[in-house]
Structure formats: structure tokens, C-alpha cells
């Protein structure tokens, strides 16, 4: 289009290769060769050697790239490690975290660090700050549903006068625990939000800070 910038590649400084969840084609072998499919669709297929063919059919593998040759239709990668068996729920919950590049990492102890120790209580100076609710100055509901363990919203609604209604919102104040630039900020920041699986969920920040230290209880 006229007009519109365009330019030239003009040389690659590092390939954003990463590990890909594939399974191996027993029908493509030739020799000690096989082509891994991967799930991702928009992947082509990968070459591998290996000699452990039969122990990874209906396997969920691993499979990173190692190069593409000009000319060649398909990388060459190598086997990385086996995740389980396909249709198996946990190596397929962990092939759909890795197909998505969530991290399930454990957080480090610098993250855990930031948060304050086992006996804290809120200081009596904050509370100073704030509106106090508790002690039956309001019925405040959470609007969690039950089983729910981080309860971070509420609401509360009172007749203030015929037809008119005071209506509030409560929401777990996040950010008087995680300060801009500190290890967990920065962490929170990379994960961007809590991931939920069928049988498991994956953390934005530390569970003592979503199910405790910013967890509405009674």
C-alpha cells in the first residue's frame, strides 16, 4: 500500500525457539528418523533420532528445535523428556500450561520474602485510614461462590432512607502488600493473571497473600 512503511529482514539476532508438546508419527520412521507432530498446528512437523521409538508412542513429549537447514522442509529438534501418556489429565494439563508458556513455577523466596511475617495484623495507624465495616456496621456478602478460598469482592446494601439505598463494593486492597518494582511486583507482572485448569489453578501471586493476607474472612 502506498504510503505504508515496510522493510527488510536483514538477519536473525536469536531464534525465539522454544520446547514444543508433540507426538511422535510412527508412520513417518525411516531408520532411526521419526517426525514429531506437534499440537500446536501452526508448528511444522520436527525430525527427530531416536531410539526409544516404542516407549514414546501415545506419549506427550517434549521437543525442542535445534536447527533448519535451507532447503529442508522440516527442523531437525531432539527429544527433551517425556510429559505422559496422551489423554492422561496430568500430562495433558501440563502440555496445555507449557503450549501456553504459563509459569507453574514455585515462587522464589525473594517473592515470598516481600510478604509480611506469620503474625501480622493490620496495624492499628491503617485501620486509622480506612472506613471500618466490620462488628456489624454493614452485612457485607461475599460474592464468591462457596468452595472459593482467595474471597477478595463483597458487597453490602442498606436503606438509608424510604427508596434509597446505600450500596458498597469491597475489594481486597492488593496493592498495600505489593509495592511497584519490588520481586513480587515484578513477578505478578510476568504471570498477569491466575490460570484455572479442570483439576488445578496457577497462581498470580504467593496463596498466603490471596487466601489469607487479602482474603475477606468473617
Known amino acids: 500500500m502506498a504510503g505504508r512503511p515496510c522493510g527488510v529482514v536483514v538477519g536473525i539476532v536469536k531464534r525465539a525457539w522454544r520446547p514444543f508438546v508433540c507426538v511422535i508419527d510412527p508412520e513417518t520412521a525411516m531408520g532411526q528418523q521419526y517426525l514429531a507432530e506437534p499440537l500446536d498446528s501452526r508448528i511444522p512437523r520436527i525430525n527427530i533420532t531416536t531410539r526409544q521409538a516404542e516407549q514414546l508412542r501415545n506419549k506427550l513429549l517434549l521437543i525442542s528445535i535445534d536447527f533448519w537447514e535451507p532447503g529442508h522442509r522440516y527442523p531437525t529438534g531432539h527429544y527433551a523428556r517425556t510429559?505422559?501418556?496422551?489423554?492422561?489429565v496430568g500430562a495433558e494439563s501440563e502440555a496445555i500450561l507449557l503450549e501456553h508458556e504459563v509459569n507453574s513455577a514455585p515462587f522464589s523466596a525473594q517473592v515470598q520474602a516481600c510478604l509480611p511475617t506469620k503474625d501480622w495484623t493490620i496495624p492499628q495507624e491503617e485501620v486509622a485510614k480506612r472506613l471500618d465495616l466490620r462488628n456489624g456496621r454493614a452485612l457485607v456478602c461475599s460474592v464468591d461462590p462457596p468452595g472459593c478460598v482467595?474471597?477478595?469482592?463483597?458487597?453490602?446494601?442498606?436503606?438509608?432512607?424510604?427508596?434509597?439505598?446505600?450500596?458498597?463494593?469491597?475489594?481486597?486492597?492488593?496493592?498495600?502488600?505489593?509495592?511497584?518494582?519490588?520481586?513480587?511486583?515484578?513477578?505478578?507482572?510476568?504471570?498477569?493473571?491466575?490460570?484455572?485448569?479442570?483439576?488445578?489453578?496457577?497462581?498470580?501471586?504467593?496463596?498466603?497473600?490471596?487466601e489469607d493476607l487479602c482474603s475477606l474472612h468473617g
Not at 510429559?83 to 492422561?88: A, E, K, S, T
Not at 502488600?177 to 504471570?191: C, L, Q
Open 150 to 210: 482467595d474471597i477478595d469482592d463483597a458487597l453490602h446494601a442498606k436503606e438509608i432512607a424510604p427508596g434509597r439505598f446505600e450500596v458498597g463494593v469491597h475489594i481486597a486492597d492488593v496493592g498495600h502488600f505489593i509495592k511497584a518494582g519490588t520481586p513480587i511486583d515484578e513477578e505478578a507482572a510476568a504471570r498477569g493473571t491466575t490460570v484455572y485448569l479442570v483439576n488445578r489453578r496457577i497462581d498470580m501471586v504467593p496463596k498466603r497473600l490471596g
Open 83 to 88: 510429559l505422559g501418556n496422551v489423554g492422561d
